[in-house]
């Protein structure tokens, strides 16, 4: 029996979700929540073969609860089901490592199908993202390149919204040493733009 949980603000498509797997033969949905937090907790308690949840969600987004879903239970599975369909997002998500994406208007023959085949050990991706997920994953999460101790005090006050000017002043360098910083951070992170930077910091190190 293949235990799900699902993670979704939406109410109506927990159910929807529940109605689908209540047909299937050796599925079950054995938790439900409609936030994260809420879902971590009953983790704790009642755990699963296969969490199932949405990408943005107004208590925490399904990229930070899949990346401390892994953290506290290594190797959990998570399938995300999204509209969200920006190659931002999706990045996102194989980063916090994720082992699959598909689309909320997805037919019940394909999401059977995912989770069959993430439970026996594969990754359900568009074709555009399989290079950049096998990129992503041949450290294992465990060898990604190491930030340094400078990167990260740069993180923690980009998180708390400081310039790069500001932040020069606080560690006594130069605003060009910072920026110099801040594009090794994009590079040891693959992340492209102001954005993603601020958004990783605050993600991170808040």
């Not at 109605?19 to 929540?33: C, R």
């Not at 983790?43 to 401390?68: F, H």
């Not at 465990?142 to 923690?156: C, F, G, S, W, Y």
């Amino acid at each position: 029996m293949i235990r799900i949980g699902i993670v979704d603000d939406h109410q109506l498509f927990i159910d929807g979700l529940k109605s689908i797997f209540d047909q299937v033969v050796g599925i079950e949905v054995t938790i439900e929540a409609n936030d994260g937090f809420a879902y971590l907790r009953k983790m704790k308690s009642e755990p699963v073969d296969l969490t199932i949840t949405d990408i943005r969600m107004p208590e925490m987004s399904g990229y930070v609860l899949t990346r401390d879903l892994i953290k506290a239970h290594d190797g959990h599975k998570v399938l995300v089901l999204s509209m969200c369909d920006q190659p931002a997002d999706i990045r996102d998500i194989i980063k916090a490592r994720a082992k699959g994406y598909l689309p909320k208007n997805v037919d019940k023959d394909q999401l059977i199908s995912a989770i069959h085949e993430i439970i026996d050990g594969g990754t359900v991706y568009p074709a555009e993202y399989s290079a950049y997920y096998a990129e992503r994953t041949k450290y294992n999460g465990q060898h990604m390149p190491a930030l340094t101790k400078r990167e990260v005090d740069i993180l923690k006050l980009v998180a708390h919204g400081r310039t790069s000017q500001n932040i020069a002043d606080a560690l006594q360098v130069s605003k060009h040493t910072v920026d110099t910083h801040r594009k090794n951070i994009h590079r040891k992170l693959d992340l492209e733009g102001s954005a993603a930077l601020i958004k990783y910091a605050i993600e991170h190190y808040r």
